[in-house]
């Protein structure tokens, strides 16, 4: 069956591999557009760039407590040992104020990350989405026409 029709067989499936092969660099097109250029050295530089940035995060900065912590220092001249020790005491407390406020926001931070995606407009995920069917879809296509050349020639 195949023998007596093997041109018309050569010219359908060269037909189905030029139009595979154009869906495929017109999502790779359209991904880069996107995304810029894949290659790898545009992709490490454009990560190295990105988590110069730190886009997103907010910044943590001392607390005030420090600041009314050292003026109390400074102000205050402890005479006793035990008003020693009560400073020393106060000033651990405030250390570990600020610590404590340093860990909330830095938990804070991780669970706005984590919710960074649906900050996304929905243009972009549909985007994303698509982008991510066309290029399975391609992948897929190209996997069946070899098989299905290699059994015709088998």
């Known amino acids: 069956m195949f023998r007596n ?15 595979l092969l ?10 880069e557009r996107i995304y810029g250029p894949l290659d790898e050295t545009a992709a490490a530089a454009q990560s190295q760039t990105s988590n110069e940035k730190a886009i997103g995060l907010i ?14 220092k400074t102000n205050f001249t402890p005479e006793s040992p035990i008003d020693k ?22 938990e ?8 960074e995606d649906a900050a996304k407009p929905a243009v972009n995920r549909v985007a994303d989405t698509t982008s991510e069917v066309l290029q399975n879809a391609s992948s897929s296509g190209l996997q069946f026409i070899a098989k299905l050349f290699s059994n015709v020639i088998d």
């Not at 029709?5 to 139009?19: D, E, N, S």
């Not at 154009?22 to 991904?31: N, Q, V």
């Not at 943590?60 to 003026?71: G, K």
């Not at 407390?93 to 926001?105: F, P």
């Open 108 to 115: 804070l931070q991780q669970k706005l990350l984590l919710n």
């Open 22 to 31: 154009y869906m495929l660099e017109m999502t790779t097109t359209g991904i």
């Open 59 to 72: 910044p943590i900065e001392a607390a005030d407590d420090t600041q009314a912590s050292d003026s109390f």
């Open 85 to 106: 020790e009560i400073a020393a005491l106060e000033a651990e407390i405030a250390e570990l104020k600020r610590l404590a406020l340093l860990k909330e926001k830095e």
């Open 5 to 19: 029709k093997a041109w018309k067989w050569l010219v359908l499936g060269g037909a189905i591999t030029v139009i």
